[in-house]
Nanobody
Framework: QAQLAESGGGLVQPGGSLRLSCAAS????????IAWFRQAPGKEREGVAC????????YYADDVKGRFTISRGNAKNTVYLQMNSLKPEDTAVYYC??????????????????????WGAGTLVTVSS
């Protein structure tokens, strides 16, 4: 069973940056689509970015496009979410998730909750002055 662990969350001022990491202890992440979701208090969990398996592309939600970048680490078992120009409305718990479809791509319309098979415990990002 895949074990996913997020790190890198914290408190940052508006306009600042954070880099989140998602690490796997069992599977080789580059073979599977990996997505970042977030859930703010009182709101549904939403997909913000997705990276397809090794030969695929990326997806970003409209409200993070141009500010967030999802990428794979050289170690092949890590996926990053670089978040720049952070806004208070980016405040949420951020989760990484894995789609166990080997060699598949992110859905064209973006990742969705029931399409992901394994989840990390989440890391809190707070954007506030």
């Amino acid at each position: 069973q895949a074990q996913l662990a997020e790190s890198g969350g914290g408190l940052v001022q508006p306009g600042g940056s954070l880099r989140l990491s998602c690490a796997a202890s069992t599977w080789t992440l580059e073979n599977y689509p990996i997505a970042w979701f977030r859930q703010a208090p009182g709101k549904e969990r939403e997909g913000v970015a997705c990276i397809s398996s090794r030969y695929g592309g990326t997806y970003y939600a409209d409200d993070v496009k141009g500010r967030f970048t999802i990428s794979r680490g050289n170690a092949k078992n890590t996926v990053y979410l670089q978040m720049n120009s952070l806004k208070p409305e980016d405040t949420a718990v951020y989760y990484c998730a894995l789609d166990s479809g080997y060699g598949t791509n992110c859905p064209e319309g973006g990742p969705y909750y029931y399409g992901m098979d394994y989840w990390g415990a989440g890391t809190l990002v707070t954007v506030s002055s």
